[in-house]
T-cell receptor, first 111, second 113 residues
Framework: EPEVTQTPSHQVTQMGQEVILRCVPI?????FYWYRQILGQKVEFLVS????????KSEIFDDQFSVERPDGSNFTLKIRSTKLEDSAMYFC?????????FGPGTRLTVL | QKEVEQNSGPLSVPEGAIASLNCTYS??????FFWYRQYSGKSPELIMS????GDKEDGRFTAQLNKASQYVSLLIRDSQPSDSATYLC?????????????FGQGTILTVHP
């Protein structure tokens, strides 16, 4: 059964460093998403991506964040200068019609 | 701010019982409604989707939607210890939307043998 994959599973970085989180959505899906979940808190929407551009973004998704679909399979989230408060689980999701399917997540730890 | 509210629990039920999970949402024109299960340290796993008023059954799971009351629920019949997890209610907004999900804080369910 097709699934969303994410790499790495765990990323540790120093404050101020850039990180790139990678996702491979389900192959025939057209809509792609990033969410994050700070430990013990709700899953929060960051950004949606459709037709090779950002379709919607939240207040969290400021200038430090960017997304890219560099080829036909990968979907990346870049954080330019990480802060301590960026420590969270980051989930990629994709959908074709109604239902979104989530990847296993990347745990980002900023020291 | 569009909100999705759930009772955080924990909800504890004996094995074999019916677990009832509830969710309310504030955006009256919300379009689509989902229940996800999340085990500790894992990602949300889709259980059910529901788009129109009424009940939708899938195996031991029944989702119920009442748009007039802005209420969606999930019933789990014959609960098993493996059902112990956090259950997340998620809603997509009305109007122009590319399907972003707004999640509730989740209800922790514990099924004890």
């Amino acid at each position: 059964e097709p699934e969303v994959t994410q790499t790495p599973s765990h990323q540790v970085t120093q404050m101020g460093q850039e990180v790139i989180l990678r996702c491979v959505p389900i192959s025939n899906h057209l809509y792609f998403y990033w969410y994050r979940q700070i430990l013990g808190q709700k899953v929060e929407f960051l950004v949606s991506f459709y037709n090779n551009e950002i379709s919607e973004k939240s207040e969290i998704f400021d200038d430090q964040f960017s997304v890219e679909r560099p080829d036909g399979s990968n979907f990346t989230l870049k954080i330019r200068s990480t802060k301590l408060e960026d420590s969270a689980m980051y989930f990629c999701a994709s959908r074709n019609q109604g239902e979104q399917f989530f990847g296993p997540g990347t745990r980002l730890t900023v020291l | 701010q569009k909100e999705v509210e759930q009772n955080s629990g924990p909800l504890s039920v004996p094995e074999g019982a019916i677990a009832s999970l509830n969710c309310t949402y504030s955006d009256r024109v919300s379009q689509s409604f989902f229940w996800y299960r999340q085990y500790s340290g894992k990602s949300p796993e889709l259980i059910m989707s529901i788009y129109s008023n009424g009940d939708k059954e899938d195996g031991r799971f029944t989702a119920q939607l009442n748009k007039a009351s802005q209420y969606v629920s999930l019933l789990i019949r014959d609960s098993q210890p493996s059902d112990s997890a956090t259950y997340l209610c998620a809603v997509t907004p009305g109007g122009t939307s590319y399907g972003k999900l707004t999640f509730g804080q989740g209800t922790i369910l514990t099924v004890h043998p």
